[in-house]
């Protein structure tokens, strides 16, 4: 990728009650266990007013190595609901290790024709910064199927589910600013400061990876972002590392702002460790003064804030506040 101006952002269209979501594998296989996290996933769904269908590779015990399908074919599904007028929306089932295998094949002018909100996390948040990069795209880092809507949301208290319900409907159906996310206790300000920017990230690994590929985003794209991320597995060494590359790559000199996900099974973090995250993030910091929000509900550890890729989102480290400036969703 070329040139200095961010991309002029493609919002994808929002959705109306009756619109038809599609649940689909684009990573990871459906292990027999998670087929009832799916039922759930159609549940909430359908509560919230729209219709819901599985896509075809979404099927228990369907898988080709580590995946649902072969890159190609998972691409050949991607694309054909991308170019389906009657599709609003599609929500990955699972991450996985899938994504960067087919990162060539997908239709970015079925994108450009008709966007649509793509939801997920982990190796979905790879497609979320490629498709960025390639066409503008808004790419919605939040829940998905097996470890979301039909997981971690299950668990939660019923007040939190109503409140992330409520939240999600706007993300999907608005055409105005959120606003301030739902913040909670856990947020805590490593470093203070206030700033706006838009919102780029995913999963710290996957961050790295989509640098390494030629669908990376221009380093220049990073200036005065707000970059967030998130872990889960590896040890925290491993995050020490990532950060270093993003580091050395010059992302870390632009940002203007940070945002930290809840770490997720990461050996070495374990309460009472050293060092801690926040240890780790203002090492690799060091004397760069930019504000930084850690602990937030975003990634792994589940149920999911929402976080849209390209969003301008402003934050108040200090205060605890990151909201979403911008709407998610354009016009029908």
């Known amino acids: 990728m070329t040139g200095s101006a961010p991309p002029q952002l493609l919002r994808p269209r929002a959705l109306r009650p009756g619109d038809l979501v599609v649940v689909a594998a684009l990573s990871g296989p459906l292990p027999a266990a998670h087929e009832p996290n799916v039922e759930q996933t159609v549940v909430v769904l359908e509560r919230m007013g729209f219709r819901v269908r599985r896509a075809p590779l979404l099927g228990v015990g369907r898988h080709h190595w580590w995946s649902a399908a072969t890159p190609a074919e998972t691409a050949g599904e991607l694309n054909g609901l991308l170019r389906d007028p009657e599709v609003r929306a599609i929500v990955a089932s699972d991450g996985g290790q899938t994504v960067l295998g087919y990162l060539d ?28 990069a390639r066409t503008g795209l808004v790419g919605f880092h939040a829940d998905m199927a097996v470890p979301g809507f039909g997981g971690h949301w299950q668990s939660a208290p019923v007040a939190c589910q109503a409140e992330l319900e409520r939240l999600y409907f706007r993300l999907l159906t608005g055409t105005e600013a959120i606003g301030a996310l739902p913040a909670s206790p856990s947020w805590e300000c490593w470093r203070p400061g206030r700033v706006e920017g838009r919102l780029i990230g995913g999963v710290i690994n996957r961050i790295v990876l989509a640098q ?92 999911n804030l929402p976080m849209p890729v390209g969003i301008r989102v402003g934050l108040d480290a200090q205060q605890r506040t990151l909201s979403l400036l911008e709407p998610t969703s354009g016009p029908r």
Request: hydrophobic letters at 45%; charged letters at 20%.
């Open 212 to 303: 390494a590929t030629r669908f990376a985003l221009p380093l220049e794209w990073f200036d005065g972002a707000v970059l967030f991320w998130e872990e889960t597995g590896g040890l925290a060494s491993y995050v020490w590392s990532y950060l270093q590359v993003l580091r050395h790559c010059g992302i870390l000199d632009r940002i203007s702002g940070m945002v930290v996900g809840v770490p997720h099974e990461i050996g070495g973090l374990e309460p009472g460790a050293s060092p801690a995250l926040r240890e780790i993030v203002l090492d690799v910091l060091g004397d760069r003064d930019i504000p930084v929000l850690g602990n937030v509900e975003f990634g792994h550890a589940g149920p």
């Open 105 to 132: 094949l997908i239709d970015v002018e079925a994108i450009r024709a008709d966007p649509k909100p793509i939801l997920g996390y982990s190796d979905i948040s790879l497609l979320h910064l490629v498709l960025y």
